[in-house]
């Protein structure tokens, strides 16, 4: 067994928060069925290129970017804005045991699909509503993007190099941050509300904000400002409480260096041919560093640029002190350890036979993650999840696809 083989999750989401939450989801067992609108989908499954392509047509399918957050699950397709549609959701519901939206405050209200009114239905729903900005407050009617979110919730500010260097000013990250966070504590929060409902029999709403969560992974960023009163800058990729903690450049690139401590400090300062640093009262203790950063920094990269990286970063991993490549993305996947973990995970896909997939980070021994699924393409599994679900036999399935139900 997996850990979540009973749960059924519905899942009304779209785009990467949502999917990404469900995605993990499936990773762990549960069964989730992907509802999307009949001739459309996800929008992601157009946000490309790349996409995916049949190896003998030529004819294109689904993005990398929905094949990214989609793996375990299954596709139906269902028209809400119909009467008809409405009542098949609810009939799904009625069985779930979580279901999971990000529609916009409120939008789910006018199909009956809303927490309120499926919860009469299945007081033990686990509803999970993912939006920009939550059920409540000011801005709660306001759509909210990933990219507005990482410059609202402070990110931004923290992140790039500093105004005053080649290049400064705020800077999102390479990846949507916010939703992906927001996906994963979602996930935490349904499991919790599952741990309740064992206990009580009851479900509830979840309410999980972008805002919300991007504000509170600032974690220590935003507990100096709280401490001190002073904002965080921009530190471009050094440190504001460690030194040296940062990118220094070599011979032939760069690569990182995270000093963590004082031992580790005087074992880097040795192997630079400078062991006095250890005993210099302005570098001694990392404290001492951070105060005297603007000086001590320039040494450090006179002497890093004396070496190519891989040579140094096998003299400094001799020593135990901590180092690493900055790799692209070709070189993670190249990686020894990347691949001893069996990263890269192969899944069945009815395009291509299989389809690469990163692994899921999850390991556990006793209940792992299977990968006997692929994403769904568009609508695949409609006649099976609601012969399965709702005994609806073809005819009657066939009935609906005329009408442009499902």
């Known amino acids: 067994m997996r850990a979540l083989d009973d749960i059924l999750v519905l899942d009304l989401s779209r785009v990467l928060a949502g999917p990404w939450c469900t ?25 490309g290129p790349p996409f995916l392509a049949d190896p003998v047509t030529g004819e294109r399918g689904d993005s990398a970017y929905y094949l990214a957050a989609n793996r375990g699950k299954r596709s139906i397709t269902v028209d809400m804005a119909t009467p008809e549609g409405q009542d098949i959701l609810r009939r799904l519901a009625a069985k779930a045991d979580v279901l999971v939206e990000n529609y916009k405050l409120g939008g789910l209200r006018k199909f009956g ?16 509503s993912i939006t920009g900005f939550g059920q409540t407050g000011p801005y709660a009617p306001r759509a909210g993007y990933d990219f507005m979110i990482q410059a609202m919730g402070g990110l931004m500010s923290v992140t790039g190099e500093r105004d005053d ?10 990846i949507a941050v916010a939703d992906l966070v927001t996906g994963l504590h979602a996930v935490i929060a349904v499991e919790a509300a599952l741990m309740q409902r064992h206990r009580t029999g009851k479900g509830q709403h979840i309410d999980m904000a972008l805002l919300d969560v991007q504000v509170s992974v600032l974690a220590n960023q935003a507990q100096t400002y709280l401490v001190s009163g002073t904002a965080p800058g921009r530190a471009g990729n050094g440190h504001a409480a460690i030194v040296p ?17 004082d031992g580790q400090f005087a074992k880097l300062a040795e192997e630079l041919g400078h062991p006095e640093w250890a005993e210099d009262e302005r570098f001694a203790t990392n404290r001492a560093r951070v105060v005297n950063r603007a000086i001590l920094i ?10 190519a990286s891989a040579a140094l970063l096998a003299t400094l991993e001799a020593r135990q002190v901590p180092c690493g490549p900055i790799n692209t993305v070709d ?7 990347v691949q001893a973990r069996a990263i890269r995970q192969d899944v069945p896909h009815p395009l291509t036979g299989t389809l690469p997939t990163v692994a899921s980070p999850l390991r556990l021994s006793a209940s792992p993650v ?31 696809r005329r009408s442009g139900v499902v």
């Open 23 to 47: 995605q993990m989801l499936a990773d762990l067992g549960a069964d989730v069925i992907k509802v999307e609108k009949p001739g459309e989908g996800d929008d992601t499954r157009g946000w």
């Open 113 to 128: 699909l809303d927490y309120d009114s499926l919860a009469a239905i299945n007081p033990r729903l686990v509803y999970c």
């Open 165 to 174: 260097r080649p290049g400064g000013g705020p800077q999102k990250a390479g």
């Open 245 to 261: 903690y940062q990118s220094v450049p070599t011979a032939d690139g760069h690569l990182i260096i995270a000093v963590g401590n």
């Open 298 to 307: 320039p040494l450090i990269e006179a002497e890093t640029r004396r070496f």
């Open 331 to 337: 070189k993670v996947f190249e990686d020894p350890q």
């Open 370 to 400: 299977t990968y006997d699924r692929g994403p769904p393409l568009l609508g695949q599994h409609t006649e099976e999840v609601l012969g399965q679900m709702l005994g609806l036999d073809s005819d009657a399935v066939a009935a609906l």
